[in-house]
C-alpha cells in the first residue's frame, strides 16, 4: 500500500486582484463592469493533473522551479488544502516541515511552546514530557528553553521547530526547503536524522532546490513545471533532466538579451565622461574604453581598472566598418551557455561600405565581477591589416573554453591600428559558463592529479568532468 | 459536521493550552502581570460610574442605588460578549500561519477566543462580588444557581455568533470595521447603562429582540436586583436560540472550512 497517492489532482487558486481595479464607483456602475468584475473571474491552476504515487518508505524529491506548485503538491498531502478535483491518498500519520515554528507564540517560553507545537502536530502531553529533553538536546538549546521564544535568534527559532517536528515521530515526514536556511551543522543534523528517518522505514517527501541532495538522497524523484508532472522516476535522470531545461531556458533568455544589444544604437562616441570625439590621430588620448582591448597594455596606466558595472555597455564608432551580427556558438550551434572546455566560438558578420586598409578586429571577455580574462586584437597578434570592402565574416574559434563556472560579458571591436573606433560593442554579449566542479577563480587549467599508493581516496566519484 | 464536533470536542487539551498560552502571553512582559485580569474590569468600572454618576446626571431613575454594581453587573458580561466577538471575527486572519501551514482544526481558533475571555470574564468575577458585599447587597443561593445557567447561555449564543463571523471574515474583511461600529451601538441599544424601566414602550420591543438585553437583565436580577428569578423564561427561549445558533454557525463554518487556508 502505497504512503501517498494522487490521482489526477488538480489545485485551482481563484485570485480576486480585479476587484481593486475599477476607475471610479461611478464608471463601474455605468458600464455595468461591477457585478462582472466581483466574480472571481481569474483563476489560477497552482497543479493540473498530477498523478504520482511514493510508495511506503520511499523518500522521494519534488523539484521544480519556483511557483511550479511544489508547495501546494505538500499542502495537498499535509491535509491543509483540499484538491479542486482528484483524490490524495494518505496513509499514515503526517507531519509536515512546512513552516517551522509556524504555531510559535514569540512572547512565552521555548518550553511552553514545545508543549503547545507539540499538541498541535497531535502529540498528547505525555509523549511531548517524555521526548522533552530529547527535542531540547536535538535543538541545542538547554540554556535558552525558558527564555520567551522572541528573544531567540533566527536559527534558533528554527532548530526549535524542527526539533519538534521530527520527534513527532510520523509514518511520512514533508519537508520544504528546509535546509535552505539553517547553517551548514544544522543541515548535516537534518540529514543525518532524515537519513535515520529512512532506516527506519519511514517515507520521505522532500521538496528542495538541492538537486544534489535529490540525486543522492531520493530513490525517485518528479519534476513539476507550470503545476504539471513533467517527468518523473528514477532521480538522477529527472534532475538532468530539469538541469537541462533550466540550461535552455537560460540560453533563451540570454539570446533574447543579445537581440536586444544588437538593437543598441550607435553613437559617434564613447559614452561616458571621456566623450571627446576620437578624432584621427587622437592616439595620445586615447578614450579609456577603447584602450583596454585593443591594447591591454595600457593597462598600466594610470588609468583605473575597468569595471564591468562602471563601464557603460554601448556601441559607438564612426561605422566605416560596421559589424552587423555576432553569433557565439557551442559544439552544437548557436549558444550562450557553454560548459567548462567546451569549444566556442565567436562568428562576427562585418561589412565596410567603403574600402579601408587600416583595421584591426578585436575581442575581450570579461567576468561578471568586471575583470578581464582575455583581451587580444589582430594588432597585438602583429597581423598587419591590408584591405578590406564588403560583407564578410570574422570567426573568433576558442578550442576550449576553460573559464570557470560564471557569468561572462563579450566585448567585439574594429577599430584603427591606433585605437580609433570604426565599430565597437561594449560589454553587449553575455554567455553562461556552466560547471559541476564549483572551483574558484577564473581559469581552469587543464589538470590532473596524482598521488602516490599510500594516499588514498574513496571510490573515485564517476561524474565526467564536464 | 456532527464527527467533526466529536473532534472538537476531542480537541479540548489543544483549547485548554492555547487558551492558557492567551492568558500568559497577555500580560507577559507587564509589571502587574495577571492582575490585570483584575485591575482592568476594575479600572472600567471607575470609567463608567464616573462619566454616569458626576458627568450625566441621571434625574429621577430609582431603583438603580448603588449604580456601580448596576451598572457592573451588565458590564462585566458585556465586555466579555464584545470581546470575544471582536476578536473571535479576527481569529482565523490572526492565527493565518496555523491554518495555512499546519494541519489544524481551524474551529479551535474561534472558540479560543470565547473561551480566553470568559476566564477574563471569570477573573473579574471576585471584583464584582467584592462590590455586592461592599454595599451589603444580599444573594439568594436559589437566584445565584441560575448565576452558571446564564453564563452557559452567553457562551454558547456568543460562540455561534463568532463561528459565523469568523467564516465570514476570512472571505469579507469589511466586517471587522462594520463589527466596531456595530458593537458601539448594541452597547447603547442594551439595558446596563440605564435600566429597562426607562426604555420607552415603542423601543421595548426592539429591547426584546436584543439577546444581549435578556442575559444583561438577568445578570441584574440575579445579583443586583431583589426578589425572584422572574426572568428565566426568556432566558430559556435564548438558550434554544443560541443552540440553534451555535449550530447554524458551525454548519456554516463547516461548509467554509476548505476554503481557509486558500483566502486566508
Redesign the interface.
Known amino acids: 500500500m502505497p504512503a501517498i497517492e494522487l490521482d489526477h489532482v488538480t489545485k485551482v ?2 485570485r480576486h486582484g480585479r476587484r481593486r481595479q475599477f476607475a471610479t464607483l461611478k464608471s463601474a456602475l455605468l458600464t455595468g463592469s461591477l457585478v462582472k468584475h466581483l466574480r472571481p473571474d481569474e483563476s489560477f491552476s497552482a497543479l493540473r493533473d498530477v498523478s504520482l504515487t511514493v510508495p511506503k518508505g520511499a523518500c522521494y524529491g519534488v523539484i521544480g522551479r519556483n511557483g511550479s506548485g511544489k508547495s501546494t503538491l505538500l ?1 495537498l498531502v ?5 484538491p479542486t478535483s482528484g483524490v490524495v491518498g494518505v496513509t499514515g500519520r ?1 507531519s ?1 516541515l ?2 517551522l515554528g ?2 510559535f ?1 514569540p ?2 517560553s521555548g518550553r ?1 511552546n514545545v ?2 507545537n507539540g ?4 502529540l ?2 505525555r509523549e511531548i514530557s517524555d521526548r522533552f529533553d530529547e527535542i531540547v538536546e536535538f535543538a541545542e538549546l538547554e540554556d535558552v528553553i525558558d527564555a ?1 521564544v522572541k528573544t531567540y535568534s533566527s536559527g534558533m527559532y528554527l532548530r526549535l521547530g524542527f526539533a519538534v517536528a521530527i520527534n513527532v515521530n510520523p509514518d511520512i515526514l514533508l519537508v520544504d526547503e528546509v535546509l535552505a536556511v539553517g547553517d551548514e551543522g544544522f543541515s548535516l543534523k537534518c540529514l543525518d536524522k532524515f537519513a535515520e528517518f529512512k532506516r527506519r522505514g519511514k517515507t520521505l517527501l522532500l521538496v528542495t532546490h538541492g538537486l544534489s541532495l535529490v540525486e543522492r538522497f531520493c530513490d525517485e524523484a518528479v519534476w513539476l513545471e507550470a503545476g504539471q508532472n513533467r517527468t518523473s522516476g528514477d532521480p538522477t535522470r529527472v534532475v538532468q533532466m530539469y538541469l537541462a531545461d533550466v540550461e535552455q531556458a537560460e540560453d533563451q533568455h540570454l539570446a533574447a538579451e543579445d537581440a536586444k544589444a544588437q538593437r543598441t544604437p550607435v553613437t559617434q562616441a564613447p559614452p561616458g565622461p571621456m566623450s571627446e570625439p576620437a578624432a584621427e590621430g587622437a592616439a595620445s588620448a586615447e578614450p579609456e574604453e577603447t584602450a583596454d582591448v585593443s591594447e591591454p597594455e595600457a593597462a598600466d596606466d594610470d588609468e583605473p581598472p575597468v569595471d564591468m558595472f562602471v563601464a557603460k555597455e554601448g556601441r559607438w564608432g564612426s561605422g566605416a566598418v560596421r559589424i552587423e551580427q555576432v553569433t557565439l556558438e557551442g559544439s552544437r550551434g548557436p549558444a550562450h551557455v557553454f560548459h567548462t572546455g567546451e569549444a566556442m566560438t565567436i562568428r562576427m558578420r562585418i561589412n565596410a561600405v567603403h574600402r579601408v586598409d587600416d583595421f584591426a578586429f578585436g575581442v575581450s571577455i570579461f567576468s561578471s565581477d568586471g575583470v578581464c580574462c582575455y583581451g587580444t586584437n589582430t594588432n597585438i597578434e602583429e597581423m598587419e591589416s591590408e584591405s578590406l570592402e564588403g560583407e564578410g565574416e570574422v570567426v573568433f574559434a576558442i578550442e576550449r573554453l576553460d573559464l570557470v563556472e560564471g557569468t561572462y560579458k563579450l566585448d567585439v571591436a574594429v577599430h584603427k591600428r591606433d585605437g580609433f573606433s570604426y565599430d565597437y560593442h561594449r560589454l553587449l554579449y553575455t554567455f553562461r559558463v556552466k560547471s559541476r566542479i564549483k572551483d574558484a577563480g577564473i581559469y581552469r587549467p587543464r589538470h590532473v592529479w596524482r598521488f602516490t599508493d599510500n594516499v588514498r581516496f574513496k571510490k573515485p566519484d564517476d561524474r565526467s568532468d564536464d | 459536521m456532527l464527527s467533526n464536533l466529536r473532534q472538537l470536542f476531542r480537541c479540548r487539551g489543544l483549547i485548554q493550552i492555547l487558551v492558557a498560552r492567551e492568558l500568559k502571553a497577555r500580560y507577559r512582559g507587564s509589571v502587574l502581570g495577571f492582575f490585570w485580569s483584575f485591575v482592568n474590569p476594575l479600572l472600567l468600572l471607575l470609567v463608567y460610574s464616573f462619566v454616569f454618576t458626576v458627568i450625566i446626571q441621571r434625574g429621577e431613575i430609582v431603583d438603580l442605588e448603588p449604580y456601580a454594581v448596576f451598572l457592573f453587573c451588565g458590564l462585566l458580561p458585556w465586555t466579555w460578549f464584545s470581546a470575544s466577538l471582536s476578536e473571535g471575527a479576527n481569529a482565523l486572519l490572526v492565527g493565518g500561519n496555523l491554518i495555512k501551514k499546519v494541519m489544524f482544526p481551524a474551529e479551535i481558533l474561534p472558540v479560543v477566543a470565547v473561551v480566553s475571555n470568559m476566564i477574563h470574564f471569570i477573573f473579574g468575577l471576585p471584583i464584582l462580588f467584592g462590590f455586592l458585599w461592599f454595599y451589603a447587597i444580599p444573594l439568594r443561593l436559589t437566584e445565584l444557581v441560575w448565576f452558571p445557567v446564564v453564563m452557559a447561555v452567553q457562551f454558547i449564543l456568543t460562540l455561534g455568533l463568532v463561528m459565523v463571523l469568523a467564516a465570514l471574515t476570512v472571505h469579507f474583511r469589511d466586517i471587522k470595521d462594520l463589527l466596531a461600529n456595530l458593537l458601539t451601538l448594541w452597547f447603547f441599544a442594551t439595558p446596563f447603562i440605564y435600566p429597562m424601566s426607562v426604555v420607552p414602550p415603542r423601543g421595548k420591543a426592539f429591547m426584546d429582540l436584543n439577546p444581549f438585553s435578556h442575559l444583561a437583565i438577568s445578570y441584574q436580577e440575579i445579583l443586583f436586583y431583589d426578589g425572584p428569578f422572574g426572568h428565566w423564561k426568556w432566558l430559556l427561549v435564548l438558550a434554544v436560540a443560541g443552540a440553534v445558533l451555535f449550530l447554524l454557525g458551525y454548519w456554516l463554518f463547516d461548509r467554509l472550512r476548505d476554503s481557509f487556508a486558500d483566502e486566508v
Open positions: 487558486y481563484r499542502k499535509a491535509g491543509i488544502t483540499k503526517v509536515a512546512i513552516e509556524a504555531g507564540h512572547e512565552i511552553e508543549f503547545i499538541i498541535m502536530l497531535g498528547s502531553r520567551p
